[in-house]
């Protein structure tokens, strides 16, 4: 089982950026593809980005492409998403996501989820 916790979010005006943080509790973060999500007010959860287990690969949605980066450092059990070129819509509860055998980008796939943290960008 592993316990995540999101941080770093705030509100930032259109063009600035932020580094979201997922950090992870248990010794078998390394063994988990982590994944981010977002959720604006009155729309279905949607994928944003997911980072292998060795943090090799990523698979990115088509609106953060470009501007959003994500990486993984297994020996501080922690995900990280750079976000530059912000934009209003990107205005959402950002949350991380722990899938055990898992790599896609269906919410329903995730096994352990964190609290979220929320991201404001004003025009």
């Known amino acids: 089982q592993v316990q995540l916790v999101e941080s770093g979010g705030g509100l930032v005006q259109a063009g600035g950026s932020l580094r979201l943080s997922c950090a992870a509790s248990g010794r078998t973060f390394s063994t988990y593809v982590i994944g981010w999500f977002r959720q604006a007010p009155g729309k279905e959860r949607e994928f944003v980005v997911l980072?292998?287990?060795?943090?090799?690969?990523?698979n990115y949605a088509d609106s953060v492409k470009g501007r959003f980066t994500i990486s993984r450092d297994n020996a501080k059990n922690t995900v990280y998403l750079q976000m530059n070129s912000l934009k209003p819509e990107d205005t959402a509860v950002y949350y991380c996501?722990?899938?055990?055998?898992?790599?896609?980008?269906?919410?329903?796939?995730?096994?352990?989820w964190g609290q979220g943290t929320q991201v404001t960008v004003s025009s």
């Open positions: 980072i292998s287990l060795s943090g090799s690969s990523s």
């Open positions: 996501a722990a899938a055990g055998t898992y790599y896609g980008s269906s919410p329903s796939r995730y096994d352990y």
